[in-house]
């Protein structure tokens, strides 16, 4: 999209003057071999191709079949050296295996582990959550989402009863040491971590409403790696799976703020995570994906028991705006323009699908044209069904006190347009059964 926009005085800031040392990437899932944005990053913060070291960590005993495309992504693709690191429940307090952890320059943690071995309580287990099976890889892609229980047991190895192992003291180490460690952008903070269920469980769940999702939401509100040192809940696959609502509620049960959404195949690369953490949104080359940001700090907790959220503030990241995870402040790269005055849509574009139940990133989608559109707000649906029982929602989305910044992508020959925004307001509510 080509455009004439009127320039505008913006508050630009070097990324590499923010600080030194320390760097997490937060990683959004479905991480594709081909992103050669963030397998490049990574690779340099860890100290270079040739020189880093990246030690491949899995919740297991041998290596996995993700850990092992990490492995081979990351030395025939991306010129760094690397080694698998499984490490077991006993693993995890072996000194010999924490030193094999702190001689790396870089950490890469997957979140698929091994199969629990059959018993009979497993057995029943998979009768009731039929659906938390392991469902095969995608082709060209690590990162990906694994089982609930494999992301319990990842944090069950690395921080049993809310303490670090060994392991994960040494992951830290590398950090402090001003490597790199990198994996699911879920699993990384010391907030709340979401196990199962989407955004319509989330919404029903424990209210009045009946309604029988394919599967429960749950969350575990101990934390995850806490590798990330200000208290968010974290989502991938964000867009991608319409999980905005899901997020919102985790977010109010665990009385935890504010949370971020990290889109597929997107990152947050984190400097003084354990510090004072400022984020920068990369994406994939020409890619629209980005971070959610979601502020529920006054939506009273018995929202959850009417299943009603009403002007819940959000904003949405692009590529190269950087974010304080402490203070909330965004930079935006001098690139990005003010959209406001400047919309190139008259109307807005509803979706009858804003929780993304048949196509992906609908709320995405929606709120990127409302804010460059002369409308100010639209309204949108989540259909209902009777087999299964699933209720009807409705989202009304309004930017009037919402900012806008966007620009085509520079060096995009097709002249892709992106779009950041801050302080558009959602209101949620269920409907009913057809």
Known sequence: MCR?????????????????????????????????????????????????????????????????????????????????????????????????????????????????????????????????????????????????????????????????????????????????????????????????????????TGTRFVSFPRTPFSFHKEGGLNLLNVDYVIESQLSEKGREVRLMRTLVESDTPKGLGVDENAALIVKSPLTRPVAKVMTARWAVSGVFYLDVSDIPTQSIANALYENVTFSFFTVDDVIDLTTGEVTFPSWKTNITGQEWFKNAVPSNDILSRGGPSQWRETARRLIDCKELNVTNYSPSSIVPMIPGVRVDLDRTRAAGMGADLPGDLNNTYVASFQRMLASVKVLGIL
Do not use: H
């Not at 429940?89 to 582990?113: C, H, M, R, W």
């Open 4 to 204: 004439l926009i009127s320039s505008v005085i913006i508050i630009s800031m070097s990324w590499f003057t923010l600080t030194v040392g320390q760097n997490l990437v937060l990683i959004g899932g479905n991480l594709r071999d081909d992103n050669t944005q963030i397998w490049n990053k990574m690779v340099d913060l860890a100290g270079g191709s040739g020189v880093a070291r990246i030690g491949v960590i899995s919740a297991s005993k041998l290596n996995t079949l993700e850990g092992e495309k990490v492995i081979d992504n990351f030395v025939r693709l991306y010129g760094a050296k690397a080694i698998g690191i499984p490490v077991s429940a006993i693993g995890a307090n072996d000194p010999k295996v924490a030193k094999l952890v702190e001689d790396q320059t870089g950490i890469f943690i997957v979140e698929d582990s091994e199969d629990r071995s059959w018993n009979f309580l497993n057995w029943v287990s998979s009768l009731v959550r039929p659906s938390d099976g392991t469902e095969e890889p995608p082709a060209g892609a690590v990162c990906y989402e694994s089982a609930s229980y494999k992301r319990q047991n990842l944090i069950d190895t690395l921080r049993p009863s809310g303490k670090d192992s060994l392991v994960l003291a040494a992951i830290k180490t590398v950090l402090n040491r001003g490597g790199m460690v990198a994996g699911n952008a879920a699993v990384m903070s010391k907030s709340a971590i979401i196990l199962g269920g989407d955004s319509i469980s989330a919404l029903v």
